[in-house]
């Protein structure tokens, strides 16, 4: 096991340097911050000015030389726009975005997996169709809008929760119930096809002609062996959110996450911050699929881990 | 309800462990010394003098002054300067500027003539970077003839250093030799920073020292970021927020309707800048480019796409009260018989198709404006191609003045033409488009608007080059593009022209 998460943390630093190096190249290839930075008319000696204050004048191969050195000490440089380290910029996001990511996918889990069981029990059933059209609905339903309504009903109209911000759990309500809802929609039905493959299953018949009573057949058999593409279920959801999934929610609900970071990273062309960004969220996405892994294995013993 | 029941209990037990609080409900509501104000862009930094960002100007305004303000009719009036600088008599590249007396900076330091010494050196250091010192256009120095004289230097005589002086805004020398001075901002304003919390909001606080008038009556205002417009308008309309800035067009005139709140119109907005080249077949004919202006129904496009909101544009590139400001010039009205006519006097080759260059989420609306003119265009009988790139494309296609038309909006930081003709209209500048018989007629106005130091002359020459922009059609003009903020109806406040984020707190009133 320690091999595993040994190598598997190897392969991620790789990825992670792969990512970082193309989004190096991309960006200073592709986009021009001085222009972005400068007001329109600027005349060409304020953009050389700016582009060698910036580094950006050097040789594109000099700069690469100069990058890898400093990220090497983890040292992204400070960004063009805020003058801060970058790294610190981004940082300074976690815990709000783990805060939201959380709550909405416990809330996913808690709500909608339960749900599924339930539903699968007896397919086609009323339970079942209900369901179905919650899970159809959540999927479906595009999160600035489910926002926007949540905001109106509850805070607006009847002025229990706050309509955006954070700070209080008060405040990370309706950003999570929104987020869970999206999520949770997929979660019910996973969850639900994933119980019906594993009671149709051969072993599940013998344990009932053995005489074992359902109730046990279905806590100690069947939902250990469901759990499997609920668990990668769940980890590519987190990991989808943290990676900037959440930036409608965020924006929506003004949540201080790594989303809306993002966001402004490209839009101002922050090349600086957008790489700080981009290397955070791939080490989070990174990590979830490795604890997502060493989860199977405390699930299903025979999964061979390679 | 249940779901929200159970939500409120599990979040009831780990709610405690949040950091930074920033957003605690309850706005101003009543309470005439706090003020809440939601925006939708938060500064990268609050050093006034580093960037220009579109949250800036909102928080940092009333913490650091400029030497010169525009008043509420946009005339110049001395602010932290005891005078309005006077040029020289002998060397107009020298400006001898009184200050006033007895002012401090908040953290204590002095304001005087080094104070003003070490802040025009700070815009220009090419190592600093700022972006005012291109704004700034030829400063070159500063020299300190006494504790409240000092003498400003430019490169080349320049009559409108006074307008320009207004974005220098003033910081103290001591804390912005400090490395967190961009989130420490120090000035001699009205107020100053109390808390910024990156991502929620921050806090300013009346400085209750203040030299001028009138005195600050707000206490404190916490400035909130909601990227979302419909989430500030809910905020606003919930009662959290008691002004919220750039609400979505399509709920102003719902907006207005409500007695709770007020919409506040901000005059000398942007203007529309679409610019051809008039070196270009047919773009050189002055009837093809009337043409083009005859063909928008401007009144039905602002109509229809901001529910009427802003004002058609009367053929001035400067907005009224701008200046430069022609009031004797009217718009093109919409006429399309009167743009076909025009059209089959022009020499237009087979097959010409207009090569339209637009743009994608730079403004508000963009690609639809850009399209309901190619489609206004079409309906006389042209043939047009719209591209609509995004904003690296886009700022690549504004500074070719190869292509034949790209599509602009400019705004007023100068409060004067002066900034367009600079833009677009002056010989090698770095938009400017135009043939070299246009541009000659153009030269020896131009050269006299920046030269003279009569501010009448000055006037005149630029409502004379008003006067030849609109006639010769060198650019199509659409709408003033205003801003606009919504609040609560028991405050008092008049903005200045241009921007409501340049906004003076301390004129800000909340009637009980």
């Not at chain 2, 009144?299 to 200046?323: I, R």
């Not at chain 2, 609306?365 to 042209?382: C, K, N």
Request: aromatic share 8%.
């Amino acid at each position: 096991m320690i091999r595993f998460i040994i190598r598997r943390l190897l392969f991620g630093v790789l990825i992670m340097l792969a990512v970082t190096i193309t989004v190096f190249f991309v960006t200073r290839v592709l986009t021009d911050p001085v222009k972005v930075m400068l007001p329109v008319g600027s005349s060409q000696e304020a953009y050389d000015q700016l582009e060698a204050s910036l580094g950006l004048d050097a040789p594109l191969g000099e700069q690469f030389v100069t990058f890898i050195g400093d990220i090497v000490r983890l040292d992204f440089g400070d960004s063009y726009w805020q003058r801060l380290p970058a790294l610190d910029l981004v940082l300074e996001r976690i815990p709000a975005t783990f805060q939201l990511v959380g709550a909405g996918t416990v809330l996913a889990i808690v709500l909608f997996v339960p749900l599924g069981i339930i539903a699968s029990l007896k397919p086609g059933g009323i339970l079942d169709r209900i369901l179905v059209t919650i899970s159809l609905f959540g999927v479906s339903m595009p999160q600035f809008w489910l926002g926007a309504m949540l905001i109106f009903i509850f805070s607006v109209s009847l002025g229990w929760l706050p309509t955006s911000g954070s700070g209080t759990g008060q405040h990370l309500v309706l950003p999570s119930i929104t987020l869970a809802l999206a999520s949770g929609g997929r979660v019910a039905q996973i969850t639900r096809s994933s119980m019906i493959d594993q009671l149709n299953r051969p072993y599940v018949t013998t344990l009932k002609a053995k005489g074992m009573p359902s109730r046990r057949i279905l806590t100690h058999h069947v939902l250990r062996n469901a759990l499997v593409p609920i668990v990668t279920l769940a980890a590519y959801e987190i990991a989808y959110a943290l990676a900037g999934y959440a930036v409608i929610v965020e924006t929506v609900f003004a949540w201080p996450g790594i989303g809306r970071l993002a966001i402004q990273a490209v839009t101002q062309r922050d090349i600086i911050l957008l790489q700080a960004v981009v290397f955070v969220v791939a080490s989070l996405v990174v990590a979830v699929n490795i604890i997502a892994d060493v989860l199977y294995k405390a699930v299903d013993p025979r999964v061979k881990l390679t | 309800m249940a779901v929200v029941a159970v939500l409120a209990l599990v979040v009831a037990a780990c709610g405690g462990d949040d950091a930074a609080g920033g957003g605690g409900s309850g706005g101003g509501g009543g309470d005439s010394s706090r003020l809440v104000v939601g925006t939708d862009a938060e500064p990268t930094t609050l050093d006034i003098q580093a960037i220009d960002d579109n949250g800036l100007a909102l928080s940092t305004w009333s913490i650091n002054e400029g030497l010169v303000d525009f008043d509420a009719e946009g005339n110049i009036e001395p602010i932290l300067a005891a005078e309005l600088p006077v040029i020289d008599e002998a060397d107009p590249t020298v400006w001898h500027l009184k200050l006033r007396e007895g002012i401090e900076f908040t953290d204590g330091t002095p304001f005087d003539a080094e104070a003003v010494k070490y802040n025009v050196e700070r815009i220009i250091d090419p190592d600093y970077g700022s972006v005012l010192a291109e704004e700034l256009g030829g400063l070159s120095g500063a020299t300190v003839v006494d504790e409240l004289n000092v003498d400003l230097t430019t490169e080349n005589p320049d009559p409108l250093l006074i307008n320009r002086l207004r974005r220098l805004r003033i910081v103290s020398p001591t804390a912005a030799e400090t490395e967190t001075y961009g989130e420490n901002p120090v000035g001699t304003g009205p107020y100053v920073l109390g808390e910024w919390t990156r991502g929620q909001s921050l806090t300013l606080e009346a400085n209750a020292d203040y030299w001028g008038d009138p005195k600050p009556t707000i206490e404190e205002i916490e400035i909130r970021f909601i990227p979302d417009a419909n989430t500030r308008i809910s905020a606003l309309q919930s009662g959290e927020i008691n002004v919220a800035v750039n609400p979505p067009d399509s709920q102003i005139g719902e907006l207005q309707e409500d007695s709770a709140l007020k919409v506040l119109f901000v005059e000398g907005g942007e203007s529309g800048t679409t610019r051809f080249n008039t070196e270009l077949e047919p773009y050189d004919d002055v009837k093809f480019r009337q043409a083009l202006n005859y063909a928008i129904d401007k009144d039905t496009m602002v109509e229809q796409l901001f529910n009427g909101l802003y004002p058609v544009q009367d053929c001035n590139v400067a907005p009224p009260g701008v200046q430069g400001h022609n009031d004797d010039l009217e718009a093109y009205p919409y006429d399309p018989d009167k743009a076909e006519e025009l059209l089959s006097e022009v020499d237009i080759p087979d097959g010409f198709t207009i090569d339209f260059t637009g743009s994608s989420a730079v403004y508000g609306s963009d690609r639809e404006i850009q399209e309901t003119m190619a489609s206004y265009w079409r309906a006389v009988g042209l043939e047009v191609e719209t591209t609509f790139p995004e904003i690296d494309p886009y700022l690549d296609a504004v500074y070719n003045p190869e292509l034949p038309i790209v599509y602009g909006e400019s705004d007023q930081a100068l409060n004067s033409l002066i900034r367009q003709i600079g833009t677009f209209l002056e010989r090698d500048g770095p938009v400017t488009a135009l043939g070299e018989e246009d541009q000659a007629e153009l030269d020896p106005l131009i050269e006299t608007v920046k030269g003279t130091l009569d501010d009448d002359e000055r006037d005149a020459t630029m409502q004379e080059i008003a006067q030849i922009a609109c006639d010769e059609a060198y650019f199509v003009f659409t709408f003033f593009r205003q801003d606009i903020a919504v609040l609560d109806a028991d405050i008092e406040y008049e903005s200045d022209l241009g921007q409501f984020e340049k906004v003076d707190w301390h004129r800000m009133r909340i009637n009980g």
